[in-house]
């Protein structure tokens, strides 16, 4: 609505313009991390392929390219634990996954300490 007001009315109030201000960059953060950066990962074939559909961009990684991987567990609260997967590729390059965003992920663990137990860094 304070948007509509600065581009019809010719002086529009003064905090339109800072709700603008304010509002603009969340809004940017959020069209960047949620629907631009969203990835698809998948893993078989003694590869893993990461997939940016919104970019447009698709890379496979032979599973001989993996530098290091680890899992990561942090404490939040009393009962509950935040857990991420880290994968390292030679390229530099690193994918990080968590139970919230994917689908899959013990079977992705499961995958890893099949395929690669070497290359598993113990945190």
Do not use: C, H
């Not at 609505?1 to 953060?29: D, E, R, S, T």
């Not at 994918?95 to 690669?116: C, G, H, V």
């Amino acid at each position: 609505m304070n948007l509509w007001a600065v581009i019809k009315y010719p002086n529009p109030a003064w905090y339109n313009y800072g709700v603008i201000a304010l509002l603009a960059p969340i809004g940017g953060f959020v069209l960047y991390k949620i629907f631009i950066r969203y990835k698809i990962v998948r893993l078989g074939n003694n590869q893993i392929e990461v997939s940016f559909p919104v970019l447009k961009q698709l890379t496979k990684y032979p599973l001989s390219d993996v530098q290091f991987w680890f899992e990561n567990q942090v404490k939040t609260g009393k009962k509950s634990v935040y857990r991420e997967l880290v994968v390292k590729f030679i390229d530099g390059k690193k994918i990080s996954l968590s139970p919230k965003e994917s689908t899959e992920y013990e079977r992705t663990i499961q995958y890893l300490k099949q395929k690669l137990p070497k290359k598993r860094v113990v945190t």
